[in-house]
């Protein structure tokens, strides 16, 4: 399963410090989290691109050059996870 958490930062270097003792749920989610890949700050909103492809293959605006997204397509996507605002202007 794959998961995203929002940790505080000094929290997350505590435990990317912090070494695996024992095979223990809280080892075990340490190393999860040691292990993760932090999203950087100011991301725009993560949408599901396959989900995306569907979208617009859909909406028939495939040729013969590739294909053109258009913006109520890309609005149109899911979104997996709300853009970073607080980094945002």
Do not use: W
Request: net charge negative; glycine share 6%; with cysteine.
């Amino acid at each position: 399963m794959q998961i995203v958490i929002d940790i505080d930062e000094d929290d997350y270097k505590r435990i990317q410090d912090t070494s695996d003792v024992f095979n223990s749920l809280t080892s075990r989610t340490y190393s999860a989290i040691r292990n993760g890949t932090p999203l950087p700050k100011g991301h725009g909103r993560l949408i599901d691109a396959d989900e995306l492809k569907r979208i617009i293959q859909g909406n028939d605006v495939l040729n013969m050059t590739g294909f053109n997204v258009r913006i109520c397509d890309i609005n149109a996507t899911p979104t997996i996870i709300e853009a970073d605002t607080e980094s945002e202007g």
